[in-house]
């Protein structure tokens, strides 16, 4: 396989979920070429978590070093200084110049939250990042999978930033079990055309396990992020990690938040992974 090496800035806080996240990450998707920057940031006024930043550096360590023995690593332990954690998640984007940003943990919810949405800061380190961010929800290994394989799927459109998602779906995809699923919602015929030719030529080129399928939406006036969601919620699929090369109508108030309708939707309500490409 040609070189496929990323670099992760992968966020952790220091719960025994994230800790699990950050291993199972480590485990199952990095490979030797692969930079990996660990950051906790942590509040020393107010601590969340009985591990305290030191013993879990040392744990963090300790796997990089397994995993990527005298690799290019790094570690960012801060005490939060800003009012908002998101906001210092995105200040060390470009410190570290990562291809992806993973939050491996759910951040506070907040009294205002219902069961089952996503914690503020993970809300806008979403909104705010500048790279493309893996929010990641199911702790799943290969080896205990059906397949041996994690299935990967990439809502497109005709736009470049769906094709970018394809070829980082290509990137992550890391052994010959794994597949790729490319669904596309079609709107337009015409349209509709264009898009499967160019991604069944994508899938060829890229020699990967994949298969293009479209599905029509309907005239009950149904939303993109509504039938994508209905899709992966079917019981015949079992997708592990869902990436949005798809950005759908920017109502006013998401308008100002970086991303549109059908990410926002997805991140709340996919039962899986899932990867907002920008």
């Known amino acids: ?21 950050f291993n199972n990450f480590l485990h199952e998707h990095i490979v030797m070429g692969d930079r990996v920057c660990a950051l906790h940031i942590y509040n020393s006024s107010n601590p969340n978590f009985l591990i305290s930043p030191e013993d879990l550096r040392f744990q963090l360590e300790c796997q990089l070093l397994m995993k990527l023995p005298g690799n290019d690593f790094a570690f960012k332990f801060e005490q939060k200084v800003e009012k908002f954690t998101s906001i210092q998640i995105v200040k060390s984007i470009p410190v570290v110049n990562p ?37 990641m929800k199911i702790l799943e290994f290969r080896s205990r999978l059906p397949y041996r394989g994690y299935t990967w799927m990439v809502c ?68 993109v992020h509504s039938i994508l969601i209905r899709h992966l919620c079917a019981r015949d699929v079992n997708v592990h990690f869902v990436l949005c090369g798809i950005d759908g109508d920017r109502a006013e108030a998401e308008g100002k938040t970086g991303i549109g309708t059908v990410p926002v939707q997805l991140v709340m309500r996919a039962p899986c992974n899932t990867l907002i490409v920008k």
């Open 99 to 135: 291809n992806l940003l993973i939050l491996s943990f759910n951040g506070p919810k907040g009294p205002k939250k219902k069961p089952g949405e996503i914690g503020s800061s993970i809300q806008y380190s979403l909104y705010r990042s500048p790279i493309s961010v893996l929010y």
């Open 156 to 223: 497109v459109d005709n736009s470049n930033r769906a094709l970018s998602a394809f070829h980082l779906a290509v990137r992550l995809h890391n052994t010959n079990f794994d597949r790729i699923g490319v669904i596309h919602i079609i709107k337009n015929t015409e349209e509709s055309k264009q898009v499967e030719e160019k991604y069944k030529k994508a899938i060829y080129e890229s020699g990967v396990n994949g298969q293009f399928f479209q599905l029509e939406c309907r005239p009950e006036g149904k939303g």
């Open 1 to 21: 396989m040609k070189n496929r090496s990323l670099s992760y800035l992968i966020c952790v806080d220091g719960s025994p979920s994230s800790i699990d996240f």
